[in-house]
T-cell receptor, first 110, second 116 residues
Framework: GNSVTQMEGPVTLSEEAFLTINCTYT??????LFWYVQYPGEGLQLLLK?????DKGSNKGFEATYRKETTSFHLEKGSVQVSDSAVYFC?????????FGQGTELSVKP | DTAVSQTPKYLVTQMGNDKSIKCEQN?????MYWYKQDSKKFLKIMFS???????INETVPNRFSPKSPDKAHLNLHINSLELGDSAVYFC???????????????FGSGTRLTVV
């Protein structure tokens, strides 16, 4: 079946550190891939997306590249800020459903 | 000018009660969804409506009944609430529905349901 697996959290980083959150997926065909972010007490916001292989999604300094050969969509940011502390969800659309990974909590310390 | 709005934001109720959560979107989208987020933050789709027609109904107890009076509204009614129903419920909407669409979803801010 279709599924998304993310690295386990929580991830704790110091401000200005480099961030990678790993995401791999299992799906038939080539689904569109997404990263969503959930700040404390809020709903989910679309962070970035990629719709085909080798596409790079980017937003607010975050990037992720759709890698068909490794079925991955890892999230990266060169220099995190305290305000990036949130839960990050990798997701794909298949069968008309947005299917989420389990979420990775990021905590950035000053 | 909230795009997807849910009410109420918080709901505390006793076991056995019946409650409803309302959702409205002003984005002109034709597809709406209900998701459940459990205490471990895991998100799972419950229902999906496209132009008022139910298109996805996951394995959800039949105590949960969605209703879509028009394509801008999707409500969720829950009968005989149980402790295990405590969760955050998110409404979402999207433009169009296809099997592998590239459309992202817009989410509401959630309704935190606590059953005591």
């Amino acid at each position: 079946g279709n599924s998304v697996t993310q690295m386990e959290g929580p991830v704790t980083l110091s401000e200005e550190a480099f961030l990678t959150i790993n995401c791999t997926y299992t799906a038939t065909g080539y689904p569109s891939l997404f990263w969503y972010v959930q700040y404390p007490g809020e709903g989910l916001q679309l962070l970035l997306k990629a719709t085909k292989a080798d596409d790079k999604g980017s937003n607010k300094g975050f990037e992720a590249t759709y890698r068909k050969e490794t079925t991955s969509f890892h999230l990266e940011k060169g220099s995190v800020q305290v305000s990036d502390s949130a839960v990050y969800f990798c997701a794909l659309i298949a069968g008309g459903k947005l299917i989420f990974g389990q979420g990775t909590e990021l905590s950035v310390k000053p | 000018d909230t795009a997807v709005s849910q009410t109420p934001k918080y709901l505390v109720t006793q076991m056995g009660n019946d409650k409803s959560i309302k959702c409205e979107q002003n984005l002109g989208h034709d597809t709406m969804y209900w998701y459940k987020q459990d205490s471990k933050k895991f998100l799972k789709i419950m229902f999906s409506y496209n132009n008022k027609e139910l298109i996805i109904n996951e394995t959800v107890p039949n105590r949960f009944s969605p209703k879509s009076p028009d394509k801008a509204h999707l409500n969720l009614h829950i009968n005989s609430l149980e402790l295990g129903d405590s969760a955050v419920y998110f409404c979402a909407s999207s433009h169009g529905w296809t099997g592998t669409g590239s459309y992202g979803y817009t989410f509401g801010s959630g309704t935190r349901l606590t059953v005591v």
